[in-house]
């Protein structure tokens, strides 16, 4: 592939609605990160995996977010009981870790909870 | 705390003038810093990281730790350069910590 693929692109929701947004990262990467982007905003760092070990949850906003990475490669963002204030855009990024340390993203899926 | 600051929301500047897109971060440890620019339609993608110490596109950044700055400078933009750009500070679990960005605006 030839870069971090993000599914879907746009989600719209109704508030109380479950959604499950996927990360597809570079072949190889042992890294991925999740990033929310809130309007006018920088992105902030939600989660992040090394391999299938989520090593840092502390950006998590609520229980209400889960992310999973089962076989070190794809990985899910899940978002429970979605609220207003979930509408953001949603980012993965990966890396190959280590000294190379840079983060290559994807294109986001924007999510829109009425 | 850990944090980036990016002062300024929107820069515009006419062809060929000198740019300064300003970023003051805090941080207890060894800073590594970097800044991202996210082209229209494009996603965010890696301009320079002051470890290189490289010119990307004309553009450079010193990291000043007296400072605590780490500025990103271009002595003549040009046009394809207006775009967001996001200073990020780079902790721990090699997260990144991102300002707030800056609207830069490149007119003819």
């Known amino acids: 592939g030839a870069g971090v693929s993000q599914s879907p692109r746009y989600k719209v929701a109704k508030r109380g609605q479950d959604v499950a947004l996927r990360c597809d990262p570079i072949?190889?990467?042992?890294?991925l990160f999740w990033y929310q982007q809130a309007l006018g905003q920088g992105p902030e760092f939600l989660t992040y995996?090394?391999?299938?070990?989520?090593?840092?949850k502390s950006g998590l906003p609520s229980d209400r977010f889960f992310a999973e990475r089962p076989e070190g490669s794809v990985s899910t963002l899940k978002i429970q009981r979605t609220q207003q204030e979930d509408s953001a855009v949603y980012l993965c990024?990966?890396?190959?870790?280590?000294?190379?340390?840079?983060?290559?993203f994807g294109a986001g899926t924007r999510l829109s909870v009425l | 705390a850990q944090r980036v600051t990016q002062p300024e929301k929107l820069l515009s500047v006419f062809k060929g003038a000198p740019v300064e897109l300003k970023c003051n971060y805090s941080y207890s440890g060894s800073p590594e810093l970097f800044w991202y620019v996210q082209y229209s339609r494009q996603r965010l993608q890696l301009l320079l990281r002051h470890i290189s110490r490289e010119s990307i596109k004309g553009f450079t950044a010193d990291l000043n730790k007296g400072e605590t700055s780490f500025h990103l400078k271009k002595p003549f933009a040009q046009e394809e350069d207006s775009a967001m750009y996001y200073c990020a500070l780079s902790v721990g679990t090699d997260k990144l910590i991102f300002g707030t960005g800056t609207r830069l605006q490149v007119f003819p």
């Open positions: 995996f090394q391999n299938e070990a989520q090593l840092d």
């Open positions: 990024a990966s890396s190959l870790a280590g000294w190379e340390n840079i983060q290559y």
């Open positions: 072949s190889g990467h042992v890294s």
